[in-house]
């Protein structure tokens, strides 16, 4: 994204809150500054129409919505939503029949089958009527866990992850054995 159009979808919430400082516009570039313009504006423009304030949106709420304008929809499935697909998956298998369980999940959504795998598939489908109630409350806990990993993981930049991911490395390898450490700095190394 070019600075020009950046500028531009800055100039939208600054139209509709109050001026940003240089180092404001460059915090925010610097955070949102990889996203498509065109991402970015409607990104820009729902944050404004979400708030409740004429303040300027904090960039990860911008970014949120940004991602789930990528992703193409407006909002997130809920758990309760999940559980009812799992639900009706688990309920059409016959674990009898061989591809039974791949046919009944074939079209959910990775994540709800993310949930279920987590929850435990047998304990799904073997689900007594009288623990309806307490099994959709531990399903639900599950979903919007992993739901809000993914997101997390979703918001942060391709350089922030690539960031962290070099820290870990570093970090690690200062905190390994020296032997350990340099057998993990050899993997994928060819000797000469």
Do not use: H
Request: hydrophobic letters at 45%.
């Amino acid at each position: 994204m070019t600075r020009a159009e950046f500028g531009a979808c800055m100039a939208i919430l600054v139209a509709a809150t109050r001026p940003m400082s240089e180092a404001q516009t460059t915090a925010y570039y610097d955070l949102l500054g990889d996203l498509p313009p065109d991402v970015l504006m409607v990104a820009c423009k729902r944050s404004l129409l979400e708030s409740q304030y004429p303040t300027i949106p904090p960039v990860g709420t911008i970014r949120r919505f940004a991602v789930s304008v990528m992703q193409g929809r407006a909002v997130e499935m809920t758990a309760g939503e999940a559980w009812s697909i799992a639900t009706k998956a688990a309920g059409s298998c016959d674990i009898e029949s061989p591809g039974s369980v791949e046919r009944a999940f074939k079209d959910v959504p990775p994540l709800v089958w993310k949930a279920v795998e987590t929850f435990g598939f047998m304990v799904l489908y073997n689900l007594p009527s009288n623990a309806i109630e307490t099994a959709r409350a531990q399903f639900t806990r599950i979903y919007d866990g992993l739901l809000a990993n993914e997101e997390r993981l979703r918001l942060l930049p391709a350089s922030m992850k690539e960031a962290i991911a070099q820290i870990g490395r570093r970090e690690q390898a200062k905190s390994l054995p020296a032997p350990v450490a340099k057998a993990i700095q050899s993997i994928g190394n060819v000797p000469s």
